[in-house]
């Protein structure tokens, strides 16, 4: 297949091209805006692969889309371009309307005119990936089952807001115009290549640094833990196996609460880069909650386990183990993010 993937530049997006391109036959149409979390970087050394061409645009761009999906004809769109940071959206909530609402529409109506131009066997492969989040669901308790396919939408804030939007644009074209999609709802990620904006590349650049380690509340927020690599293969497995028209939810099957994480990776630390003085969990501060924040989130993965044969194979100390030492042998990727210099990168970028 080629398969047209948005995101690239990202943390999620790098990594499934990279398992792609290592596991499978396929080719490689990327698309990436390099936004401030789009990093260059994340896959410098897949540039020049035989089966990857680069594409530096912007999926709010609707006129560059649909130029792009003319001239590309790919057999499969996998889209994970999107607005994630919860606190950026609190912020700044603009731009997760623009990028998760408007962006998703410019790629369905780009879409929908390709495939409503294939014939035979090229019309009847083509699939329409959608990747969301568990955060549409909404809150959990500390005793409720995990969220599962048919759980009421129910979003908190205007990240998870825009996303929840998404999808239903991305059902709605489903119903309405017959385009083939699927749809996945995943846990949070954690593993190589995340921004450091998100919990545990945070807990472990300032465990590296000697900084405070920010913890919102008490840390009692609790998720379900994926590793991005266990993530990537359930996509591919989507797309390749799915039914047209379902959605599929990927879990670690690995509860967590944010302090339980936090110390976690402090006593990894303390193993792997021990601080001058005391441990690392010493630096440990809670600071004031954010607002909205959701309690609980826990994913339901038994469809696709069932239906596709898919499950994770890391568990939570082995993917841990992996990303902390991820970021202590790659310090020259999180080092130009801190600076600042991974943004002039962008000059240049795209062919």
């Not at 805006?33 to 999926?59: K, Q, W």
């Not at 840390?219 to 994926?226: F, S």
């Not at 990537?232 to 196996?241: G, Y």
């Not at 339980?260 to 601080?275: K, Q, T």
Request: a negative charge.
């Amino acid at each position: 297949m080629k398969i047209l993937i948005t995101g690239t530049a990202g943390f999620i997006g790098s990594n499934l091209l990279r398992v792609i391109l290592k596991d499978t036959p396929h080719s490689v149409v990327s698309v990436d805006a390099l936004t401030y979390a789009g990093n260059r970087a994340s896959i410098a050394d897949l540039m020049d692969h035989p089966r990857h061409r680069f594409v530096h645009a912007d999926i709010c761009d609707a006129a560059r889309m649909r130029a792009l999906f003319e001239k590309e004809q790919p057999d499969a769109v996998m889209h994970l371009a999107a607005e994630s940071h919860v606190d950026r959206s609190i912020d700044g909530p603009g731009a997760f309307v623009q990028t998760n609402i408007v962006g998703t529409f410019n790629l369905l109506q780009a879409a929908r005119a390709v495939y409503e131009s294939y014939e035979g066997a090229q019309k009847e492969g083509f699939r329409f990936l959608h990747v969301s989040t568990d955060e549409v669901f909404g809150s959990l308790g500390m005793g409720d089952p995990g969220f599962t396919e048919t759980t009421p939408y129910n979003p908190h804030s205007p990240y998870s807001a825009s996303k929840a939007a998404s999808d239903h644009l991305v059902r709605a074209w489903a119903d309405t115009f017959e385009l083939p999609v699927l749809l996945t709802n995943c846990s949070n990620n954690y593993g190589p290549y995340q921004f450091p904006e998100k919990l545990i590349p945070v807990v472990i650049l300032k465990c590296l640094r000697g900084e405070p380690i920010p913890v919102y509340g008490k840390g009692e927020n609790v998720r379900d833990w994926l590793y991005v690599d266990d993530h990537a293969r359930a996509l591919l497995c989507v797309l390749e196996k799915g039914q047209k028209g379902q959605s599929y939810n990927i879990g670690g099957n690995n509860e967590r609460s944010n302090i339980e994480w936090v110390r976690s990776i402090c006593a990894l630390l303390d193993e792997l880069a021990p601080a001058q003085n005391g441990s690392h969990a010493d630096k440990i501060s809670f600071v004031t909650d954010r607002p909205g924040h959701d309690l609980r989130y826990a994913i339901d993965a038994s469809k696709i386990r069932r239906e596709l044969g898919w499950q994770p194979s890391e568990n939570a100390d082995s993917g841990l183990r992996k990303t902390v030492s991820w970021y202590l042998e790659n310090r020259p990727w999180w080092e130009n993010i801190l600076s600042g210099d991974y943004r002039l990168e962008r000059i240049g970028v795209g062919r």
